[in-house]
């Protein structure tokens, strides 16, 4: 799943190549795709693009007034074309959502897999998109005070609680274990129990991990976010491998749809984590 680096980084590649063009034609693959029916996205046609950002893990394209904004899910990716076909896909067809045309070059949303979560929202008001509205501060925006209250009382599992968008926007799975490694800190350590120090640690890894990983995000070709996001993965996505900083084996909990990875030596003290839903935490 794109996370707040990839999308910064796919906002920073549409300001760099996108905006000033206008929009000349805007292809539906994928009804299901739209979330939103007024504007119409017909309306975009004729429309210079004058923005481009993010809302947390949501692409924004600023259309003269007009937002097309995106959610890519799981699987979902923007790919950029310098020359896009000028037929009309067809329907249902292969992976493609949702394609813009701009007077010249344009880029395609698409999807892998069988299981859609892609979302497209055509808004003249980002704030009014409930999945942005209920966003809590961005995560590159949270210092150490700002942690601390917004850690305070809370009793859930800190994977749980770095990756709850209306929390902090813009962390996923594959970096709260990033982040979770770099501060030597337990995914099920109790958030509103964090030492002090703890919560000093916690707050330099998410400033770390995420600006290191925009920095080397940023600049690089749509199609290549993808292999340089796994590259700079450490213990995500890397269960059975030894840790790069203990050489311990960076172990795995499993669940219905998703898993994470960890490294017992760094974080839980040496124990393994019971790999069931209903374990036992550690604190």
Not at 3 to 32: I, N, Y
Request: hydrophobic content about 40%; overall charge positive.
């Amino acid at each position: 799943m794109p996370e707040l680096p990839e999308v910064e980084a796919l906002a920073h590649h549409l300001r760099e190549f996108a905006v000033g063009r206008v929009v000349s034609r805007v292809d539906v693959a994928s009804m299901t795709v739209l979330k939103t029916v007024s504007p119409a996205w017909t309306e975009l046609k004729g429309r210079e693009v004058t923005a481009a950002g993010r809302f947390g893990k949501h692409l924004d394209l600023d259309c003269d007034g007009i937002h097309l904004v995106t959610h890519l899910a799981r699987a979902g990716w923007l790919r950029w074309s310098d020359s896009l076909s000028p037929t009309p896909p067809k329907p249902g067809k292969g992976p493609l959502a949702l394609r813009v045309h701009l007077s010249g070059p344009g880029f395609d949303l698409t999807e892998a897999g069988t299981k859609k979560g892609l979302a497209v929202w055509i808004t003249r008001d980002p704030a009014e998109i409930p999945s942005i509205a209920r966003l809590g501060p961005d995560a590159l925006t949270v210092d150490r005070t700002k942690l601390a209250e917004l850690f305070r009382g809370r009793t859930e599992r800190l994977k749980t609680a770095l990756t709850d968008q209306s929390l902090i926007a813009g962390i996923g799975n594959a970096y709260s274990d990033e982040i979770l490694h770099t501060a030597k800190l337990s995914p099920y350590a109790t958030t509103g129990k964090l030492s002090d120090e703890a919560l000093d640690r916690l707050s330099g890894a998410i400033s770390g991990v995420l600006t290191d990983a925009v920095e080397r995000s940023v600049g690089q070709a749509a199609a290549r976010l993808k292999g340089e996001k796994r590259s700079g993965l450490r213990v995500h996505a890397r269960a059975g491998m030894p840790c790069p900083v203990c050489g311990d084996t960076v172990r795995e909990i499993s669940f219905a749809d998703k898993a994470f990875q960890y490294c017992p030596t760094c974080q839980t003290g040496g124990k393994p984590l019971a790999d069931r839903r209903l374990s036992r935490l550690l604190k």
